[in-house]
């Protein structure tokens, strides 16, 4: 589970990187190409931002739960 959450991990800051270079290739500024990145999260309601918040705590707390399970199980 950890490998499957670290690989994910990876995958999202590529993805997020390739966006920054495409933009720089386009001649867009970094702060502007960072800040079109970012505006997804700012223009959220709060039940929107608190669903997001839920997920991201299950997605991170379920496998480190089980993992920690099956190493004191072990």
């Known amino acids: 589970m950890i490998k499957l959450f670290l690989v994910s991990l990876l995958f999202f800051i590529l993805l997020i990187a390739f966006n920054l270079l495409m933009d720089f290739i386009v001649g867009i500024p970094f702060h502007i190409s960072l800040q079109n990145t970012l505006n997804p999260f700012w223009v959220l309601g709060p039940g929107e931002l608190s669903?997001?918040?839920i997920l991201i705590m299950i997605s991170i707390l379920i496998p480190m739960?089980?993992?920690?399970?099956n190493r004191t199980k072990n």
């Open 65 to 69: 739960i089980n993992y920690y399970k």
């Open 51 to 53: 669903i997001l918040v």
